[in-house]
Structures are given as structure tokens and as C-alpha cells.
């Protein structure tokens, strides 16, 4: 009877050991150093030969890798950069990639640095020039210059820091925009020590803006720049934005609120020339000549 269970006894004793082998050999692996394999892509500058004419579908297809390879764990900063700014070189006007192939670029699993923000940030700025009226693209593009990068240079940190509040007041201006970013842009302005700019650009906005709740940030935001009452200069930008919407409803009304702002009223037809002689030294003008002492040559 006692020989029946010797088998299966030494059966039991070989799988504990099996499973203590691997448990050992399971911690060694897991000290080793970490290695990601890298997905091809081809570079930026060859994409589109590489494509052989067909950029869009090459496009596509290294799309479809990147959403393979991004968020699987063992995906790399370098390796999804390399795939997302393959696809915007293979087919530029593909709107996603500047936008949630960007963002890939800052979300990668290991090895996300300075250096792939600042390559995101640029294609989120490239993105804008194909995509100009597109509100998040530029937004991005500015929130990644202005939060995400940083220096010890304090010339680098306020160039990008300007890049950023240029970019996201680009944004403001764009159909769909939410207007509550403007009280952002204005304290961007302030940090770079441009008070008349961020007071002048956070009054445009509240002039434009048909947010009830962003119009009460930006009021809140103006009146703390200007040091006066919030209700008394609720009251006065009320009665700006009329005067406002009647010059332009009467010298524009073809054009957008914020494109009237850069256009202005328009030109008179005619104009008096002799205004052009204000404090002005014209040809031919004759002053009052100065009387002067005769000149005495004595005797």
C-alpha cells in the first residue's frame, strides 16, 4: 500500500520543485534590465518616397501600427514618435495625428523626456498651418509651449512661454473655442510682465464672448488686473459691447465679431490734406519771419 503513494509523492515533490525553479528564474528575469523593441518607421524626410505615390494609404497602415503599438506597456517615447511624425510626413492634412498622435507622443509608457515634448509641441505647431481654424490643434500646441516645457534658461522658458500664449490666443479666435481660456492667456501675459497686453486682450474677449459663466471668470480675472470693482466694470464693458456690436454690425457686418477688431471701421473716402500738416514742416511753408536788431558797425 505504502509503495502505491511512493509515486505519487514523488510526483508532488518534482512540481513544487518545478514551481520553485521558475518563481526563482521568474525573479532573475524580472532583474534584468528593462529592452523594448522599437517598431520600423521610416523617417520623416523619406516617408514619402517610401510611399511610392501612395502617401495616404502609407499613412494609414502606420496609423494602424501606432495604435497597435501605443499603450501596450512596452511601448517607447523614441518608438512612438518615430511612427506619429512618420504619418503626418506620409499625408500631412491626416487632422488626427496632430492631436492624438501628439498626445501618444507625451503618454508613452517608458522614456517620455524633454526632448519628445518639445518634438510634440512643434508638430502640434506644424499642425496649425494646415489646420487653421482647427480650436485644438493650436490650443495643444500652446498648453504643451507654455506648461509642459521647461528650462533653466529663463530666455528659453519666456520664448516658449510667449510661443504658448500666442498660440492659445490663436485658438480663442477659432469657431467652437471655449472662451474661458482667455483668463489663462491673460495670466500668461502677466507672468511675462505684459500687464497693458493681457488687460487689452482679456477685454477683447469678454467684448466677443457669449459665455455667461467664461464672461463672469474673465470680468473676475480684468477687474483684479485693473484694481476696480468687478460690478462697476461689468457695467462699463456692458455698455462697451453695445457700442461695439453697433460700429460693427454698421461698418462690417459681413465679417466676424473678432475679425472686426482687426479690421476696424472703415477708411473715410476723403480726408482734409491740411491735416496732414499738423506740427509738420511742409514745402514751401513760410514761417513768420523773425524780426532781428539792426546791425550797428559804429562810426
Known amino acids: 500500500m505504502i509503495r502505491a503513494w511512493i509515486p505519487a509523492l514523488c510526483g508532488l515533490a518534482a512540481l513544487a520543485g518545478a514551481r520553485a525553479i521558475r518563481e526563482v528564474a521568474h525573479d532573475e528575469r524580472e532583474a534584468w534590465p528593462k529592452t523594448y523593441s522599437e517598431p520600423w518607421a521610416p523617417s520623416a ?104 516645457l521647461k528650462s533653466d534658461d529663463p530666455v528659453q522658458q519666456r520664448a516658449w512661454r510667449e510661443k504658448g500664449a500666442m498660440l492659445i490666443e490663436k485658438a480663442l479666435r477659432m469657431p467652437g473655442a471655449p472662451a474661458d481660456d482667455a483668463a489663462f492667456v491673460a495670466y500668461l501675459r502677466t507672468t511675462l510682465g505684459q500687464h497693458d497686453r493681457a488687460v487689452r486682450e482679456l477685454r477683447e474677449m469678454v467684448l466677443i464672448t457669449n459665455d455667461a459663466a467664461a464672461k463672469h471668470e474673465m470680468i473676475e480675472k480684468l477687474a483684479q488686473l485693473e484694481k476696480r470693482d468687478a460690478n462697476a466694470l461689468e457695467i462699463a464693458l456692458d455698455d462697451a459691447k453695445r457700442e461695439f456690436i453697433a460700429d460693427w454690425q454698421r461698418e462690417h457686418p459681413e465679417v466676424t465679431a473678432s475679425m472686426f477688431v482687426v479690421l476696424g471701421p472703415r477708411a473715410p473716402r476723403a480726408f482734409d490734406l491740411r491735416a496732414l500738416a499738423a506740427g509738420r514742416d511742409l514745402v514751401g511753408a513760410v514761417d513768420d519771419e523773425e524780426q532781428l536788431e539792426p546791425i550797428d558797425y559804429g562810426e
Open 45 to 148: 524626410a523619406n516617408a514619402p518616397y517610401v510611399a511610392l505615390g501612395q502617401r495616404e494609404l502609407l499613412a494609414d497602415i502606420l496609423w494602424i501600427r501606432t495604435l497597435g503599438y501605443f499603450g501596450g506597456g512596452h511601448d517607447t517615447a523614441d518608438g512612438v514618435a518615430a511612427l506619429v511624425e512618420a504619418v503626418q510626413a506620409a499625408d500631412p492634412h491626416f487632422q488626427r495625428v496632430y492631436t492624438d498622435g501628439v498626445r501618444a507622443m507625451m503618454s508613452a509608457h517608458n522614456g517620455v523626456e524633454q526632448r519628445h515634448r518639445l518634438r510634440a509641441a512643434e508638430l502640434a505647431e506644424r499642425g496649425v498651418t494646415y489646420f487653421p481654424k482647427d480650436y485644438d490643434i493650436a490650443d495643444l500646441a500652446g498648453e504643451i509651449y507654455s506648461t509642459r
